[in-house]
């Protein structure tokens, strides 16, 4: 056993939810790996589990994803070893915190060339516009595409992503500022959608054809104008609730619009694909970091114990980019 100091909810609410404590962490069990945060990624599930959006057992630590320095290894492992650099995406649920005891299938080792916060940075976030990008809807050259919260963490990454990709990439934002960081990370077109029709935005940017797909992680603000973006048989993919979860849908609506489908994805299926499903998506994510494609830039960094600021300032939409929370 060893003391560190952890972030901890005993019941879901506001980031106030959310306390420093010193907190016993065990060896690792067969199969794990206890990695030493240098940085810990913040991401807005951690606030859907904060709040209950997304339920979780209490008390409970907050937190999906860390770098750091591989601390021990439990019976069985074979791909760590003590001192090699780690990093990890999927839980379990726990990263704010000095240490975490992780299954080592689900971490990666973190190459040469990319620092501790620029993993903490990139992981949770980049795997997600790999599997968006790459498997939900492979994008190819030539498409053009539109990114909800295009300034946010994952939205920097995925813009890059497309833009390496060859397509053509329309942006949304809520701030001149945001759309200033957009255009600089791959949007040929940005949207401010707190102020401009988004739907029609995209009807003229497209010359009346539409969009084959619309990634979506705002929810319920946007479903009705992601919809209308779409071409006839286009997808939207939902894949998040900045602002709130789509709920009471008549799929008769989907008819209405184009024949069009929807999907709700998350990463953590993509990654348990097959044993090497997670491996392969940071290769794919690293190579494109590594090639200068897609730059990686902590924008927020913020204490441990700063946690509780961290969100507030994610949920009222004053960060761009990723936060990190320093140990
Ligand atoms: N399915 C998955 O596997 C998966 C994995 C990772 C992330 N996600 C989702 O991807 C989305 C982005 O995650 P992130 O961590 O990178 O967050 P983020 O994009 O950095 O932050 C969310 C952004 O959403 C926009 N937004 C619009 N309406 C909002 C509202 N009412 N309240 C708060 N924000 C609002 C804001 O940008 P503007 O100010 O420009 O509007 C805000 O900066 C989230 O929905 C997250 O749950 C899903």
Known sequence: MTTIKAIRIEKTGGPEAMTLRDVELGQPKPGEITVRAKAIGVNFIDTYHRSGLYPVPLPSGIGMEAAGVVEAVGEGVTQFKVGDRAAYASGPIGAYAQANNVVASSAVKVPDGIGDEQAAAMMLKGLTAQFLLRQTFRVEKGQTILWHAAAGGVGLIACQWAKHLGATVI????SEEKAKLAREHGCDHVIDYSKEDVAARVKEITGGKKLPVVYDG???STFISSLDSLAPLGLLVSFGNASGPVTDVNLGILAQK??????????FHYAAKTPTA?????DDLFSVVKSGAVKIEVKQRYSLAEAARAHIDLESRK???ASVLVP
């Open 258 to 267: 184009g024949s069009l489908y929807v999907t709700r994805p998350t990463m």
């Open 319 to 321: 960060t761009v980019g």
């Open 171 to 174: 942006g949304t934002v809520g």
């Open 218 to 220: 705002v929810g319920k």
């Open 278 to 282: 997670m491996q392969e998506m940071a």
